[in-house]
C-alpha cells in the first residue's frame, strides 16, 4: 500500500467514532430517521451508508428486532450498526450465527 493511501486509511480510522449505547436514543425513531442517525456516523467511510431497505431486510433476516409502532430503540439501533460494520467483513449468515 502505498504511503498516500496509508494515511488516508489512517485519517478515516482516526475520524471514525461510534456513539456508546447510552448515546443512542431511546426515544424511537421512526425507519427514515434511523437511516439518517446511523448514516451521520457511517459518513466518514467510504461507501459506508445505511438505506432504509437495508434495515427492512436485516429485520426480515431476524438479525433485528421488529420496529415497535413502527420505531426503532436503543436495541435496535444498537443491534443494526453492529450489523452494517460487520457486514463489510462478514457474511449475513455468518452473522446471524453470532447472534
Known amino acids: 500500500m502505498k504511503n ?40 466518514v467511510l467510504p461507501d459506508m451508508e445505511i438505506t432504509t431497505s437495508m434495515i427492512s431486510n436485516y429485520v426480515k433476516k ?9 420505531k426503532y430503540y436503543r436495541d435496535q439501533i ?6 452494517a460494520i460487520a457486514k463489510t467483513v462478514l457474511s449475513i449468515d455468518r452473522i446471524h450465527q453470532l447472534f
Do not use: C, W
Request: hydrophobic letters at 35%.
Open 4 to 43: 498516500e493511501s496509508k494515511q488516508k486509511v489512517l485519517q478515516t480510522i482516526q475520524q471514525f467514532n461510534l456513539p456508546t449505547y447510552d448515546q443512542i436514543p431511546d426515544v424511537g425513531l421512526y425507519l427514515e430517521q434511523t437511516a439518517h442517525y446511523m448514516n451521520q456516523y457511517f459518513k
Open 78 to 83: 444498537a443491534s443494526l450498526m453492529f450489523v
Open 62 to 70: 431476524g438479525l433485528v428486532d421488529r420496529s415497535i409502532k413502527k
